[in-house]
């Protein structure tokens, strides 16, 4: 509900702004309307990573870029591991405080690792994806990789039964694939992990 009532209010002083079109306007002021609604638009509310339908969008570009350009991309899909268990245990508020914990400091680690040349968004629930344009599989296990072994065990806490984990799979971009084939073979990969106990990375290969 905060959402909707912050996104109304951005949405109602852009109106506002259009009324006085040619009187009076600020075009700074409706410049920087335009950026908090296509935030409110393009990012999850929650983590701030992109939301869904920005992210197939960024990642059809990428994948079209890749294709033209004949330069390798890859993804991987994150998803924590037993994740009802710990909403079930602490409630959907601490469930949500440790989403976005883990979102941020997967993020964080992976620009301390490669820079900002990648692209992150929420899948739904607790998957992410994350995109690495010109990164081959094997490059970007590796990221997988120092990732899992970043966030394993980092939320040790009373309140927790068991330490928080992440599961991984990693894809490499195809000839054939499509965007939705593309992220099925990262998501299986994905499920592979958690099938094998989590708190693992698998390939698609």
């Known amino acids: 509900m905060k959402k909707d009532n912050q996104l109304e209010k951005v949405?109602?002083?852009i109106?506002?702004?259009i009324d006085v079109f040619g009187e009076m306007m600020d075009?700074?002021?409706f410049k920087e309307l335009q950026k908090q609604l296509e935030k409110y638009l393009t990012r999850d509310a929650l983590t701030l990573a992109l939301n869904r339908w920005k992210f197939e969008e960024v990642l059809e570009r990428e994948m079209e870029r890749a294709k033209v350009e004949k330069t390798a991309l890859s993804l991987f899909m994150l998803d924590i591991d037993k994740f009802k268990q710990i909403n079930d245990g602490l409630g959907h508020n601490e469930g949500d405080d440790i989403l976005k914990e883990v979102a941020w400091?997967?993020?964080f680690n992976i620009e301390g690792t490669i820079g900002k040349s990648h692209r992150f968004g929420r899948?739904?629930?607790d998957e992410f994806l994350y995109i690495f344009p010109s990164k081959n599989v094997t490059e970007t296990k590796v990221i997988a990789e120092k990732t899992r072994n970043h966030i394993d065990g980092l939320y040790m806490d009373n309140k927790l039964s068991r330490p928080i984990t992440v599961s991984v799979g990693v894809a490499q971009l195809k000839k054939s694939d499509d965007s939705k084939a593309f992220i099925d073979r990262a998501d299986k990969a994905m499920y592979k992990s958690k099938e094998k106990g989590g708190n693992r990375v698998e390939v698609s290969r």
């Open 105 to 107: 400091d997967v993020e």
């Open 11 to 13: 949405i109602n002083a």
């Open 123 to 125: 899948w739904g629930g």
């Open 15 to 17: 109106s506002n702004e």
């Open 27 to 29: 075009v700074s002021k």
